[in-house]
Structures are given as C-alpha cells and as structure tokens.
C-alpha cells in the first residue's frame, strides 16, 4: 500500500472501493489542503485528511482554468451568448476539450472544469462511475459560485451545442425579463432530453408532473418538481436553489439522472437552446432531440393533446394528417373529421389559433393584448417542418 510519512506517522493512501458509490459515507482517499473563500477570506480550511464524496477541493488550479482562446465558437449562437449575460459565473465543464475557444461576449466570468483533475482533486481517481465523477463536476462549480457570492451561475458542458437556428424578438426577451422577475425558479432548463417522449411518442397527453404553465412564447413554468427532463448539458442556476442542488449532489446523486428531477420552481425554455452532441450511453442525433422537443412544446406547453394537436393541424394544413403518401384508415387516431376540435383547446390556452402559432410571429392573450414573438412553430422550421418530425416519430 502507497504510505505518506506525515512526521513520524506514515497515512495509508488506499481507498476501499466502495459498492454503493451513491452512499454518502463512501470514502476517497485524499491528502489535500483547501481553503474555502467567503466573502474574500479564507473561510476553513480541510487539511491532511480523508474527503468524503462531496467534499469539494476549491484549491485545485489545474481543474479550474482560466480560458486562454478567445473568439467565435460553433458551440454558442446570438440567443446563447444573449442569456449568457444573465449569469454571474459561468462553468464550463471539460474533459478533453478543455482548451476551447470561449467567446469574448462572456468576458471574464468563464472558468473552464477540468473533469479529470477535478477527479484527482476531489478523490474520484477509481471505485466511482462515469456519473458519479461527472455530478460531482457540477457540485464543484456550484460550491465555487457559494464561496464567491454569485447569484446566478451557467453551466454548460463540453458537448451542448446551441442552435443557432433558434432567435427570439423582443417579445420573447420581454417575457423571459418578466419571468425572471415575477417567478421564484430556481432553475431555467436550456437543455433537456424529455425522456418519457423518448420512450413513447404516441403518448396522448403530457405526463401530470410536467404540465407546465405558459409564461411565454417560448418558456413555461414548472413549480412541481417530478418532471423527467434528463441531460445537464446547460442550465441556468439560481442561488435560491445553491443549496438543496449541492446537498442532493453531495448525497452521492446523479445530476441528470435524479438531483435536477427533484428541484421544483424550474422556467423550461421550450424550443430548448441547446442540444447534447455527445453522451456516454444513450446518445441521440441532435435531430432527434428536436423530434421529441416538438412533442414536448406539443403535450406540456401548448397544453395540447396527440388527438387535439392533430386536428389542428389537420385544420392548419387544410388536410388530414395521413395525406403525405399514406393510406387513410378508420382508427380512433384518424381525427380529420374534428379539425375544431385542436382550435378550441387552443382558445382555452388564450392563443386565437394554430395558424396564427404557425404563420405569425405574434400571439394574441386573453386579454386580447398582440404580442410580438416568435412562434413556437416557427422555431422549428414552420408547420410544414413541424408535422414532419412528427411523422418521423410515428404520429
């Protein structure tokens, strides 16, 4: 076994693998020394010492980076750098792409994680899962923004990639302003993976615990927590929530998979911002991931239904949804025969029309107030576009 001599005292430097790597008690092997900055101070220090999981070293200069390539980057887009600038901190968390080109629009609030040193410095070098190690990533970034007094933090991961199709008017800013200031979120999902559209995407109504209020054109408000959207690719985070995300986290649970499901007050924005380009086991084609964000924006935002949302655009389109080259039958999903049926849920969403959704960038409130917007449809490529991925999931 691997002994440092301490004075006259050798320290065992072996850590035993633990078999529940979620348990709190599990222990990391750790000689380490870190200071804890609170307010410009030195607030404790942890010295020689065994770290258990989520004890989190802040003196770990080769995982905190400083960016060194600045310029454009495919990875942001106008709308991403936009909310960027919301955020007090912003944490990129890399593995081998740490030396990224970060844009000049987010000055000098970038730290770029190292998630292989954080390992090294947080005592995650074995016994410990790809998941683990990269939860305990974002718990890192989170405890540095606790230390340094921000408010609110961005963290993105190495593989989210912004949808430069994606724009919003000064409608929708309008309304992501107004939420922000009227809303207590804790949390604003800019990426997500709705994994119950995943699995079905015949469902005919959005699950109970992901019904979302409409905030805006392009963001809804979940105050429940419950709603499976996996993936933590990138997510603004308030400091309201600092506190119960890092216990979750600390508590040996996984980010995506648990910790963000659990926080309620979350503003969704719907179409999302970015995408994953990457994932360790369940990756999915950015189109794809468009394909089951339509359904989402479908089911939980717009509040419609698979039938409703059907008939309207049956009735939008002018033609029944099974006229693309397919064969009509009699079954209970064929819902040309009710195109009413889409317009007037809409209505009770105090949205005049599908059409107006589909070929405005306006929506008109229940009080009868014309908001400038881009349409949710319209973000994804026009109503044409928008029945296509529905088609390509087999609606």
């Known amino acids: 076994?691997?002994?440092?001599?301490?004075?006259?005292?050798?320290?065992?430097?072996?850590?035993?693998?633990?078999?529940?790597?979620?348990?709190?008690?599990?222990?990391?092997?750790?000689?380490?020394?870190?200071?804890?900055?609170?307010?410009?101070?030195?607030?404790?220090?942890?010295?020689?010492?065994?770290?258990?999981?989520?004890?989190?070293?802040?003196?770990?200069?080769?995982?905190?980076?400083?960016?060194?390539?600045?310029?454009?980057?495919?990875?942001?887009?106008?709308?991403?750098?936009?909310?960027?600038?919301?955020?007090?901190?912003?944490?990129?968390?890399?593995?081998?792409?740490?030396?990224?080109?970060?844009?000049?629009?987010?000055?000098?609030?970038?730290?770029?994680?190292?998630?292989?040193?954080?390992?090294?410095?947080?005592?995650?070098?074995?016994?410990?899962?790809?998941?683990?190690?990269?939860?305990?990533?974002?718990?890192?970034?989170?405890?540095?923004?606790?230390?340094?007094g921000a408010e609110t933090i961005l963290i993105l991961e190495q593989d989210s990639m912004a949808d430069g199709d994606v724009a919003w008017t000064d409608g929708n800013w309008q309304e992501f302003n107004q939420a922000l200031e009227t809303k207590p979120w804790n949390m604003v999902r800019l990426g997500y993976r709705p994994l119950t559209f995943e699995y079905d995407p015949l469902i005919e109504k959005c699950p109970e615990q992901c019904v979302c209020e409409n905030v805006g054109e392009v963001l809804c408000w979940l105050a429940s927590p419950g709603c499976d959207l996996r993936a933590s690719d990138a997510y603004l985070l308030h400091a309201r929530g600092f506190q119960e995300y890092a216990a979750a986290l600390r508590g040996g649970g996984i980010i995506d998979n648990g910790v963000l499901q659990r926080l309620g007050n979350q503003l969704v924005v719907?179409?999302?911002?970015?995408?994953?380009?990457?994932?360790?086991?369940?990756?999915?084609?950015?189109?794809?991931?468009?394909?089951?964000?339509?359904?989402?924006?479908?089911?939980?935002?717009?509040?419609?239904?698979?039938?409703?949302?059907?008939?309207?655009?049956?009735?939008?389109?002018?033609?029944?949804?099974?006229?693309?080259?397919?064969?009509?039958?009699?079954?209970?999903?064929?819902?040309?025969?009710s195109p009413n049926l889409g317009r007037a849920r809409l209505e009770q969403r105090g949205l005049v029309s599908f059409e107006s959704l589909a070929r405005s960038k306006e929506f008109v409130t229940e009080n009868g107030e014309r908001v400038a917007a881009a349409s949710a449809i319209e973000v994804f490529g026009g109503l044409r576009a928008f029945l296509e991925r529905r088609q390509r999931l087999g609606r």
């Open 270 to 337: 719907t179409p999302q911002v970015h995408y994953q380009t990457k994932a360790t086991t369940d990756f999915t084609s950015v189109e794809h991931q468009k394909d089951v964000a339509a359904l989402f924006s479908e089911r939980c935002h717009m509040g419609l239904t698979r039938t409703e949302a059907a008939a309207a655009a049956a009735a939008a389109m002018g033609e029944a949804l099974g006229d693309a080259g397919e064969e009509e039958d009699d079954s209970e999903d064929d819902v040309s025969e």
């Open 1 to 148: 076994a691997m002994v440092a001599a301490i004075g006259a005292e050798a320290v065992p430097l072996v850590r035993p693998l633990a078999r529940d790597v979620r348990k709190a008690s599990a222990v990391a092997a750790v000689s380490l020394t870190a200071c804890v900055v609170v307010a410009g101070a030195c607030a404790s220090v942890i010295a020689l010492r065994e770290a258990r999981l989520g004890d989190i070293n802040l003196d770990c200069p080769k995982g905190m980076l400083v960016p060194e390539k600045r310029g454009a980057s495919e990875k942001h887009s106008v709308l991403s750098l936009g909310i960027s600038k919301y955020a007090d901190r912003i944490y990129v968390i890399c593995t081998d792409e740490c030396d990224m080109t970060i844009p000049e629009e987010m000055g000098d609030k970038v730290m770029l994680l190292n998630g292989f040193e954080l390992d090294v410095c947080n005592g995650l070098t074995s016994g410990y899962s790809h998941w683990i190690k990269a939860s305990q990533s974002h718990l890192h970034a989170v405890t540095h923004a606790i230390s340094v």
